[in-house]
């Protein structure tokens, strides 16, 4: 069939690697963008978030009806809570789908391939179960499919082939950059997640067992010169804010030994020239974060890690976060999980990260702290869990240790990974646990996270280069576009998208209560 306008709904992603809901936008949207783009520059493409359709439904079904194909980006595979947007639900999905029943419609996302996931304590829904909504389903990579059903036909595309170089994406990223123009956070606090590699080194041991990202097989990396191209292009188009977070450890990034370790030794020389090279074709980007590093590469490639978090901090801009993923501070379920660190391996890199990053910058927060996961309802776990897990978060904060962030949730089951095997034995284990689990999370947050707020932006401290973002009953919620940005809140409702400063005034465990400042 012939293609000439495209409609492409973002209902959002959320992966162990990758983060698609506003400010964020995900790196699908630019893939597809530049797929149809390439094929034909004259392809005309209207791109909507799940928030714009709620506001708007009609406008959305007319583009889509005018269409001739309409792509779904689906898949918050990880549980969280967002204050920029609400990711599509399974019942909006349904909807939307009848709706345009007469339409040839494309899913594409993680829920492709790993079901829609519902949220932590929560079994996924198979993709199956999504069949005989739309006309294909791509569970490989959405830039193969497309570009190749472009040039034959789609029947004849395989939608579950993967990528073995960046090639084509690369291209794609490039080209598909113009979609920024399209979001809803352009132009104000919009961030845009870059992809540096897919898959994760600890696939060779099976890598943890609720995680997708192993399930991809082996690695591969995205070339220096594709990534500084795309920052490039989406500088051009006015990006300011930026994100190296799709991967599942940026400290892997073209590591040594990949595919012969589990964690392999970092490249601090190629980490050097990608960020100077980021650095260099964006001189005045306003924030550049990176995401998710394994702290299990820090433990046992200590020398080469703080040469590689030095590079980081040497380019990067304040107030960014390392997410680790520990997810447990109780041996047996590391083991039973094959999870990445133990208890006091974990720890040790919590000091070296802090050793690092700790120092104040100039938007008034650290340079680099450290973010931690903690999962419950994995294999293993008993009531002594969580008394375990509270006692290293007491021993982090006794220490005088800094953490940014502390992600406390249940697991979300997922299609295809070695966890989907014993779903109903952590379907049993999250109901068991559930008074315990809500008893914890509350303890947590009065007794740790409320402290440590207080230690990471003290009182007297001016913080930089915040947008006013939404209200909250008498509050006005402002956020530095970031990773893990703190919640600061204003008494009054202020104008929003406003950038301002503030100072503190108390505290509140996820959130600090701040008045405005002049610089």
């Known amino acids: 069939m012939g293609i000439h306008r495209v409609v492409i709904l973002d209902g959002y992603t959320d992966e162990p690697a990758g983060l698609g809901v506003p400010p964020y936008i995900g790196t699908y949207p630019r893939l597809i963008a530049g797929a149809f783009w390439l094929y034909d520059k004259s392809i005309k493409i209207n791109y909507y978030t799940i928030d714009e359709v709620r506001r708007d439904i009609d406008t959305f079904v007319n583009s889509a009806l005018n269409s001739d194909l309409v792509v779904f980006i689906v898949g918050t595979e990880v549980p969280g809570r967002y204050i920029g947007g609400k990711p599509i639900t399974l019942e909006e999905l349904f909807r939307l789908s009848i709706l345009l029943e007469a339409k040839k419609k494309i899913l594409t996302g993680p829920a492709a391939r790993y079901g829609f996931g519902r949220g932590g304590g929560f079994v996924a829904v198979s993709y199956k179960r999504l069949m005989n909504l739309f006309d294909y389903i791509v569970y490989g990579d959405p830039e193969i499919f497309i570009y190749e059903g472009l040039k034959n036909s789609f029947e004849r595309a395989e939608p579950w082939r993967l990528r073995r170089n960046y090639d084509l994406a690369d291209r794609a990223f490039k080209l598909g950059s113009k979609i920024v123009l399209q979001h809803p956070n352009y132009g104000w606090n919009l961030i845009v997640e870059i992809e540096t590699f897919r898959g994760c080194p600890r696939y060779i041991t099976g890598g943890c067992s609720f995680c997708i990202e192993p399930r991809y097989g082996a690695v591969v990396y995205r070339s220096v010169k594709g990534i500084v191209d ?51 074709v964006a001189p005045e980007l306003k924030v550049l974060h990176i995401d998710n590093v394994n702290p299990g590469t820090i433990y046992h490639n200590r020398e080469e890690s703080i040469k590689a978090l030095k590079i980081i901090v040497k380019h990067h801009t304040p107030g960014d976060v390392a997410a680790l993923g520990i997810e447990s501070f109780d041996e047996k379920v590391v083991k039973a999980n094959n999870l990445k660190v133990y208890p006091d391996e974990a720890l040790e890199v919590i000091r070296i990260i802090n050793k690092v990053g700790s120092p104040r910058g100039w938007n008034g927060l650290p340079e680099l702290l450290p973010g931690i996961n903690l999962v419950y309802g994995l294999l293993g776990e008993t009531k002594n869990t969580y008394k375990t897990n509270f006692e290293y978060l007491k021993k982090i904060l006794d220490e005088g240790l800094m953490v940014r962030r502390i992600n406390i949730r249940k697991v979300a089951t997922l299609e295809n990974t070695p ?10 284990l999250i109901r068991k646990h559930d008074r315990l689990y809500k008893v914890h999370r509350l303890r947590v947050m009065d007794e740790i996270d409320k402290p440590m707020l207080k230690r990471i932006v003290p009182r007297g401290t001016v913080v930089k280069y915040l947008f006013t973002e939404a209200y909250d009953g008498i509050y006005t919620i402002a956020r530095q576009p970031a990773s893990y940005p703190i919640v600061f809140k204003i008494r009054g409702r202020m104008e929003l998208k406003r950038i301002i400063s503030v100072t503190p005034i108390r505290y509140h465990s996820k959130s600090v209560i701040a008045k405005p400042v002049e610089d």
């Open 419 to 428: 966890l989907w095997m014993h779903r109903d034995t952590v379907a049993h």
């Open 230 to 280: 795309e920052v490039e292009a989406l500088y051009n188009w006015g990006v300011r804010h930026f994100r190296i977070g799709k991967q599942p450890d940026i400290l892997a990034y073209m590591a040594v030994d990949t595919g012969k370790k589990e964690f392999p030794s970092p490249n601090p020389e190629i980490l050097e020239k990608l960020f100077h090279g980021i650095r260099n």
